[in-house]
């Protein structure tokens, strides 16, 4: 399979040629599997660059009021949005792993910063506490509820002597459990549309039986099945880095499922569900704006056929991506906020001046979209500014949050 057939399924499959979008935040998210969470202004950005019409208060009322999507923590330890009636298959396939060495992992530094003589039956007795508090208020933030109960504002200190020090509550890791294991989840945040600090909302808010139970290795099959639906070909280190699990689960999951092996375009090999070997047809010419941690730009660990040379340019140390610049199928440069509330870009290659337009038009529309809100991405600016030359100004302030860590 050549790069021109998979640059075109990007454009097809991923909701960004034109005439694919489509018009809600879970058709975003069905199209893509998921989308990346872990940064509150990047799901809006995903979102808007798939649908036809959007706005931030539309999708405002899409995620808190209509509630067709979850906020889960899953593959790779990561935030996604997920619609709703996936929210079991992405549950059993990655999220019950991970609360389970999550647990081990709070229980051990409960012991080692001395909190209960038994840490593993304090942390159940306070889920017990704050769940009911949860359910019964209906919505609440972490610090809300610490008023309960002196022990969950206990504080603890995490990474004692790294660089990456911290001071947490109890608290903090009660609540993070009971969303893990699917019993609260993160509603409207507190602020505007770009805000991190979420509200809790009991689960049967958006699934009114809880998340249904699901066979761990079904959900393996069928998560990896999605995937290759929207991201395939892909090679197995790709489903095993999104996935984050170990060789053996990865092989497992493609041997249950029904297969094909294809040679990629410069090497290794890839693979197809057997049902989907049929040639695209020929998007026509499409631009996209993609922003940090786009569910696209993230989606393979190989990703030379797409970014070429760029990564230094458009990816962080940790290996996250910057806001990137997409030409049918591939990036060709990035993008950030200028003082102005403009968009500014940074071409990596010449794309001709047709193309040009196109770029110059989209990022209007994305300005005028953006508008009035300041993005927190001035990691991005500096990583852009380092190895670009730009069209237009960024304003170099290194203040930043951070995302998280994807690999």
């Known amino acids: 399979m050549g790069i021109e057939e998979r640059r075109a399924r990007v454009g097809l499959r991923h909701r960004l040629a034109a005439g694919t979008q489509v018009s809600s ?16 202004p990047s799901v809006f950005l995903q979102a808007r660059a798939r649908m036809s019409t959007s706005s931030p208060a539309e999708i405002e009322h899409e995620l808190y ?32 792993a991970v609360a389970e060495t999550e647990r081990r992992r709070t229980i ?9 003589p038994d840490p593993a039956a304090l942390l159940a007795e306070l889920e017990d506490i704050g769940l009911a508090a949860v359910r019964e208020r209906g919505e609440a933030t972490t610090a809300d509820l610490r008023a309960l109960d002196p022990r969950l504002g206990q504080k603890i200190t995490i990474a004692r002597g790294k660089p990456y020090e911290a001071t947490i509550s109890v ?30 909302s009991p689960i049967e808010r958006w699934l009114p039986h809880g998340i249904a139970d699901m066979s761990v290795d079904l959900a393996r099959a069928e998560l990896v099945k999605k995937w290759l639906r929207a991201f395939g070909p892909g090679t197995r280190d790709d489903i095993r880095w999104w996935t984050g699990w170990s060789l053996a689960v990865t092989r497992k999951a493609l041997a249950d499922i029904d297969v094909v092996e294809v040679d990629l375009d410069g090497g290794g090999i890839g693979y197809l569900l057997a049902d989907d070997l049929e040639p695209s047809a020929t998007p026509e010419p499409w631009v996209a704006l993609l922003p940090a941690l786009d569910a696209t730009t993230m989606g393979w660990k190989d990703r030379d056929w797409y970014l070429g040379g760029y990564r230094a340019a458009l990816f962080d140390r940790a290996g996250n991506a910057g806001p990137t610049i997409w030409v049918d199928g591939h990036i060709v440069g990035g993008w950030a906020q200028s003082d102005s509330g403009e968009i500014a870009l940074y071409l990596l290659e010449d794309v001709g001046a ?11 529309r994305l300005s005028e979209w953006i508008a009035p809100t300041d993005l927190p991405w001035r990691i991005w600016a500096q990583l852009l500014g380092g190895h670009a030359s730009g069209r237009g100004s960024i304003r170099p302030s290194p203040q930043t949050s951070g995302p998280q860590k994807n690999g």
């Open 25 to 40: 935040v879970a058709e975003a998210a069905a199209a893509l599997v998921v989308i990346h969470a872990s940064d509150s």
């Open 65 to 96: 009021e209509e509630r067709t999507v979850l906020r889960l923590l899953a593959m790779r330890r990561t935030l996604f949005l997920v619609p709703v009636d996936d929210v079991p298959v992405v549950h059993a396939a990655a999220s019950r």
């Open 108 to 116: 051990a530094m409960f012991t080692e910063a001395g909190v209960g």
């Open 171 to 200: 608290g903090q890791k009660v609540f993070f459990h009971l969303a893990l294991d699917g019993r609260i989840a993160r509603g409207r945040p507190r602020g505007s549309w770009i805000a991190s600090q979420f509200r809790w």
């Open 354 to 364: 047709e193309t040009m337009k196109a770029i110059d038009h989209e990022a209007a």
